[in-house]
T-cell receptor, first 112, second 118 residues
Framework: GAGVSQSPRYKVAKRGQDVALRCDPI?????LFWYQQALGQGPEFLTY????????KSGLPSDRFFAERPEGSVSTLKIQRTQQEDSAVYLC??????????FGPGTRLTVT | AQKVTQAQTEISVVEKEDVTLDCVYE???????LFWYKQPPSGELVFLIR??????QNEISGRYSWNFQKSTSSFNFTITASQVVDSAVYFC???????????????FGDGTTLTVKP
């Protein structure tokens, strides 16, 4: 079956622009996670959904970051007024049961 | 707060050598999960293994083996007879076990870059 997909795979934004990153989890997976991976570092937790409920958003770095999953399937991570420090790979992962996550290929965001 | 430390930033070995990647973790939770992931140059994280905190039995899967020692808070990963295709970044991760839900967020180490030379 299809894995986790993310789009776009690459995004270049000028500083100050808004961006929207999409994640399509594996069908039927209840849990969905967003992680941010800076160059040379491990992924860092941003936020977590169970179905449409956002249960944990403690990792969102500022109020410029917003995530939603309105129908409990596709999720969108939005970054407003992008800054250079937002440049990173944004990883989405989904989980059916238990903590094992299936990761997507990521979206590489470059803010110029 | 949870923390995962992978002290080895880079390791280089020659094909067929054995190599061990170290992982040390910190947590106040009594129930948690430990993971290893592989991240090849393509960038997608590939799940290798999950371990529950109450199960200290070591595991072997082909050329891969894992040594979990709760007493030293370590979860080390050994590749036997390494191959060029093993070249990747390897991440150790710690996940909380959240009561009432089926998943919890993970804390990752900064990874170990393994290069296997022919």
């Amino acid at each position: 079956g299809a894995g986790v997909s993310q789009s776009p795979r690459y995004k270049v934004a000028k500083r100050g622009q808004d961006v929207a990153l999409r994640c399509d989890p594996i069908s039927g997976h209840v849990s969905l996670f967003w992680y941010q991976q800076a160059l040379g570092q491990g992924p860092e937790f941003l936020t977590y959904f169970q179905n449409e409920a956002q249960l944990d958003k403690s990792g969102l770095p500022s109020d410029r970051f917003f995530a939603e999953r309105p129908e409990g399937s596709v999720s969108t991570l939005k970054i407003q007024r992008t800054q250079q420090e937002d440049s990173a790979v944004y990883l989405c992962a989904s989980s059916l049961d238990g903590p094992r996550m299936y990761f997507g290929p990521g979206t590489r965001l470059t803010v110029t | 707060a949870q923390k995962v430390t992978q002290a080895q930033t880079e390791i280089s070995v020659v094909e067929k050598e054995d190599v061990t990647l170290d992982c040390v973790y910190e947590t106040r939770d009594t129930t948690y999960y430990l993971f290893w992931y592989k991240q090849p140059p393509s960038g997608e994280l590939v799940f290798l293994i999950r371990r529950n905190s109450f199960d200290e039995q070591n595991e072997i899967s082909g050329r891969y083996s894992w040594n979990f020692q709760k007493s030293t808070s370590s979860f080390n990963f050994t590749i036997t007879a390494s191959q060029v295709v093993d070249s990747a970044v390897y991440f150790c991760a710690l996940s909380e076990a959240v009561i009432g839900t089926n998943a919890g967020k993970s804390t990752f180490g900064d990874g170990t870059t393994l290069t296997v030379k022919p």
